[in-house]
Nanobody, 128 residues
Framework: QVQLVESGGGLVQAGGSLRLSCAASGRTLTTYAMGWFRQAPGKERQFVAATRWSGGDTYYADYADSVKGRFTIFRDSAKNTVYLQMNSLKPEDTAVYYC??????????????????WGQGTQVTVSS
């Protein structure tokens, strides 16, 4: 079992930055694909970013088109934590953000189904 706890959400003005953290316990995350998803009120939960292991110390990162160039996903293996650095935030980024762990490859990581473990979510609100 993997337990995931997100933190770092909050209220920020448009153009500002936030860093979300996803701390894991129960297992190390080294070989897991880790994803960030978000869900705005009345909308489906959607893919934001993912990092997947490709062997050794190499990880690939993938991003939704809407966040490319603004968001960065990265890991700290020593802390068993995954982060989402969010810059140049826009009001349309407002949502509850969830991290997830599972096994997937390529574009398969963009879907919710491969992820077996989910955090409880953290609210991000961007004011205009």
């Amino acid at each position: 079992q993997v337990q995931l706890v997100e933190s770092g959400g909050g209220l920020v003005q448009a153009g500002g930055s936030l860093r979300l953290s996803c701390a894991a316990s129960g297992r190390t995350l080294t070989t897991y694909a880790m994803g960030w998803f978000r869900q705005a009120p009345g909308k489906e939960r959607q893919f934001v970013a993912a990092t997947r292991w490709s062997g050794g110390d190499t990880y690939y990162a993938d991003y939704a088109d809407s966040v490319k160039g603004r968001f960065t996903i990265f890991r700290d293996s020593a802390k068993n934590t995954v982060y989402l650095q969010m810059n140049s935030l826009k009001p349309e980024d407002t949502a509850v953000y969830y991290c997830a762990a599972g096994y997937c490859s390529g574009s398969g990581c963009y879907a919710r189904q491969p992820y077996d473990y989910w955090g409880q979510g953290t609210q991000v609100t961007v004011s205009s």
